[in-house]
């Protein structure tokens, strides 16, 4: 897709990456976190001779768009096409992004002190709980007896994890081919919902002013 390579971009170095945490930093008040990971379930008719395979938890058939976003609702990655019987951890288990988070490729900062601290700690995206949590992920204290302070750490990492599903929100009320049940074959959607998210950044790129009204 001609847009895909301008418009979605994942930083590969150092000093992006820090601007990225920066940013969540200062919308969220979630220092080191370097984007928000989730899935979305986009429906779609059943395919035919495909069993189970693309229906999904919630009842409908579907293929997933697993995203990452940064702080300003951007795409900054995105795996288009997983079945909709998959969970958002299998998906992710299986990405190129798992594997170049884990094999250190795309230069990700090393650790340092969170602010007020002098003890490294690394970045790492943001998740909720369909994902296991990693040096890299960070997700929200489970349990229900927990501490003031770890509320206060639900409290931030939530709020700033939810950009991605407001992201994802945003995106549909813009295209609503993606409210509808697309009666096209998996591979057409793939390409529809890829150029949803391509026109998506692009706006935000090219006349952010005007697309943070969305925001509101």
């Given at each position: 897709?001609?847009?895909?390579?301008?418009?979605?971009?994942?930083?590969?170095?150092?000093?992006?990456?820090?601007?990225?945490?920066?940013?969540?930093?200062?919308?969220?008040?979630?220092?080191?976190?370097?984007?928000?990971?989730?899935?979305?379930?986009?429906?779609?008719?059943?395919?035919?001779?495909?069993g189970a395979m693309y229906h999904n938890y919630k009842g409908?058939?579907?293929?997933?768009?697993?995203?990452?976003?940064?702080?300003?609702?951007?795409?900054?990655?995105?795996?288009?096409?997983?079945?909709?019987?998959?969970?958002?951890?299998?998906?992710?288990?299986?990405?190129?992004?798992?594997?170049?988070?884990?094999?250190?490729?795309?230069?990700?900062?090393?650790?340092?002190?969170?602010?007020?601290?002098?003890?490294?700690?690394?970045?790492?995206?943001?998740?909720?709980?369909?994902?296991?949590?990693?040096?890299?992920?960070?997700?929200?204290?489970?349990?229900?007896?927990?501490?003031?302070?770890e509320m206060i750490a639900n409290y931030r990492i939530s709020?700033?994890?939810?950009?991605?599903?407001?992201?994802?929100?945003?995106?549909?009320?813009?295209?609503?081919?993606?409210?509808?049940?697309?009666?096209?074959?998996?591979?057409?959607?793939?390409?529809?919902?890829?150029?949803?998210?391509?026109?998506?950044?692009?706006?935000?790129?090219?006349?952010?002013?005007?697309?943070?009204?969305?925001?509101?």
């Amino acid at each position: 897709m001609e847009l895909n390579n301008e418009v979605i971009v994942c930083p590969v170095d150092r000093g992006t990456w820090e601007e990225v945490a920066e940013e969540f930093l200062m919308r969220w008040n979630v220092p080191h976190a370097y984007g928000a990971l989730d899935g979305k379930r986009v429906a779609i008719r059943k395919p035919p001779k495909t069993g189970a395979m693309y229906h999904n938890y919630k009842g409908f058939f579907s293929v997933v768009l697993m995203a990452v976003v940064d702080a300003d609702y951007k795409f900054m990655w995105i795996d288009v096409g997983g079945f909709g019987s998959q969970s958002d951890a299998q998906i992710y288990n299986q990405s190129e992004l798992k594997e170049c988070l884990e094999d250190g490729f795309i230069g990700l900062p090393p650790p340092s002190p969170l602010p007020n601290d002098v003890q490294d700690f690394p970045y790492f995206l943001l998740g909720d709980d369909a994902f296991g949590l990693r040096t890299y992920l960070m997700k929200p204290y489970s349990g229900h007896q927990l501490t003031r302070e770890e509320m206060i750490a639900n409290y931030r990492i939530s709020r700033a994890r939810r950009v991605v599903e407001n992201a994802f929100g945003i995106m549909a009320q813009r295209w609503r081919v993606l409210l509808s049940t697309m009666q096209q074959m998996p591979v057409t959607v793939q390409t529809i919902v890829e150029a949803c998210v391509c026109l998506d950044n692009f706006i935000r790129l090219r006349n952010p002013a005007r697309d943070e009204m969305s925001t509101w």
